[in-house]
């Protein structure tokens, strides 16, 4: 890659990361304002090298090491900056069917944002959306039908990646749905520290899928997504520490998130498909989507009371 395509990559990744994990970050606060002075200093530093080398360093790891077994560990580490035509070749061939899967669960996860959570209303036709929210299961079931369909006529392993990306979308909420009503508990309840601690690095594993399988958008290089994400998480942890009140005032990041989150899923199935996809385009869309809507919560923020 050139130079500024990195930058271009990295910058992309990192603000991809930061805006997915909003709702991580605020969670995070509101925890740990019920937490012991050292028990948020051990989450704070601690658990920030946790979420950044073993979450979003591992988990983009093993992914392409699972799509591309005959690599080995070492191998779909520096896949994307090898020589090799053999490594190129076997990139290649396994690229559709990790984009397939991640591509299915970022459209799963915007239509259920659009159809059934509640949300800030941004753009013109989103309550509409809403209100017809019985027909998010009918809607889901049917893309994944034609992703399926569609797939078959290329190669199977993308068809049983499409389930797999759905699969793991629903695995995902589920966790988040707990994570949500154990969050209610600890606000009013007593538990130990340490299992907040626990409790907060799990909603971290499960918040940060998102943006792992977002960076595919980006890259396939598992070194970049580490730098970019990582980075991310970083700006998270920071969030959490001093701005969480202020990021609050922005009401429509969450839609920025969310909105592009549709876009990079519907490039990794594209890509899947065999559309040339530049490498420049997703960074170029995260960053006009979320400035967008950055824009738009700075526009309405006048009429708010200050934090």
Known sequence: MEFLSLILTIAGLCLFETICSIDNAIINAEVLSTMAQWARRWFLIWGLLFAVFVIRGILPWLIVWMS????????ALTATFSNDPAVIAAIDASAPILMMG???????LFLHWIFLEEKNYGLRGEGYIASKGVWFFAIVSILLALLVWFSLRIDPMMAFAAVMGSTAFFIVHGFRQNAEEQERKMMTG??????????LEVIDATFSIDGVLGAFAFT????????????GAIMVRQI????VDRIRRY???????MYSILFL?????????????????????TFAVVGFFYQKSVKVMPAEKPA
């Open 68 to 75: 591309t077994p005959s690599l080995g560990p070492v191998g």
């Open 102 to 108: 991640g591509g299915t669960f970022l459209l799963f």
């Open 190 to 199: 007593t538990m130990p520290d340490w299992s907040k601690i626990f409790f």
């Open 220 to 231: 396939l290089s598992v070194p970049l997504i580490i730098i970019g994400n990582g980075l």
């Open 240 to 243: 959490t520490i001093s701005n």
């Open 251 to 257: 009401m429509f990041l969450k839609n920025g998130a």
């Open 265 to 285: 899923g519907c490039i990794m199935v594209l890509d899947s498909f065999g559309f040339h996809i530049p490498p420049w385009l997703s960074p170029l869309v």
